[in-house]
């Protein structure tokens, strides 16, 4: 074996936990993170396989939404990103990223609370790239809580605008633009099968996510669209520093997996590429690849399950 292949092989070559707390204002950057989330930045190899597609990924500044960006872009994809203004370093990262592989990046922000956004969004990506063919319906909203007793209606309204509403919104919007044979993936979460206590509105919202991909992919199966979802479990992103976790939680993020260790962003990204890869004429119903955090370890498991619902095996 080769040294470089005992360095892939290798479980203890990524950061593990304890981290030091690391307080960020919401919605947080990737940039600020100690360790630095891994995206897939200096390690992922396309081979062509969304040549000509275009796509567009809300999230997609940093975590799971940049790994899937940075990978569509080294299959040959056209993609637009949406992010909060407030991560504009971030996204202009992933731009640069996306560039360099000689595709076209479209950087799009803007708050997702606001359906007339979203469908200025789906539009102007649409318009930019040329066509839409893949949908990535991936930003989300996590603050954690105590207690329903200290849980607002200013609160709980955010993170189902964000988590809920902007998904029904964008996916409306982007029929107008999506061809037979597109794709359409939505980000769930291992909290809507294994909810936490603190986290009770975005627990819900998760399980709203999976329920709606199930109902749309009956809906939109007989048109040649496919409707699928991911359900990952705990990843190190800046959701989790910037308010999704409690600062005590985050110093022992991932601790308690298999692995000791939280997982890597840019092992969802081959998962997020299995569901987006229009390869096969069977068109499937919606499944969400649920990650329990022996699963969410589990390198080989992530990247079957993204590809295998790209090519329609899901």
């Not at 569509?72 to 990103?81: C, M, S």
């Not at 975005?202 to 979802?229: D, H, M, S, W």
């Not at 022992?252 to 390869?279: C, E």
């Amino acid at each position: 074996m080769t040294t470089s292949n005992k360095a892939i092989l290798d479980p203890d070559r990524f950061p593990k936990p304890p981290f030091r707390q690391q307080p960020q204002q919401a919605p947080g950057l990737a940039s600020e993170m100690d360790p630095p989330p891994d995206h897939g930045e200096t390690s992922y190899r396309g081979h062509g396989r969304l040549t000509g597609r275009k796509a567009l990924i809300t999230g997609g500044d940093s975590g799971i939404g940049r790994a899937v960006a940075i990978a569509y872009a080294r299959e040959g994809a056209d993609v637009a990103i949406n992010y909060l203004p407030e991560e504009e370093s971030d996204a202009a990262e992933v731009i640069k990223l996306i560039e360099a592989e000689g595709r076209k990046a479209v950087a799009i922000p803007g708050d997702l609370r606001s359906e007339a956004f979203c469908q200025k969004l789906v539009n102007e990506a649409a318009d930019k790239l040329g066509g839409l063919d893949i949908l990535v319906n991936n930003a989300g909203r996590q603050q954690f809580n105590e207690s329903i007793r200290t849980l607002s209606t200013e609160d709980f309204d955010a993170t189902f605008k964000t988590n809920v509403y902007a998904p029904f919104w964008l996916t409306k919007a982007a029929l107008a633009h999506l061809p037979r044979g597109a794709a359409i993936i939505n980000t769930s979460s291992v909290q809507a099968f294994k909810p936490s206590d603190i986290l009770l509105d975005y627990a819900q919202t998760k399980a709203c996510n999976v329920a709606f991909t199930k109902a749309l992919a009956k809906q939109l199966g007989p048109e040649g669209i496919r409707v699928n979802a991911v359900a990952p479990g705990p990843y190190w992103t800046p959701l989790q520093p910037s308010g999704g976790q409690p600062q005590e939680k985050v110093e022992q993020f991932g601790a308690d997996a298999p692995l000791g260790r939280p997982p890597v962003n840019r092992l969802k990204s081959h998962r997020s590429m299995s569901l987006w890869l229009p390869m096969s004429a069977v068109l499937p119903p919606a499944r969400c690849g649920v990650q329990t955090a022996v699963q969410a370890q589990c390198n080989a498991s992530i990247s079957v399950d993204m590809m295998a619902a790209l090519r329609g095996h899901f």
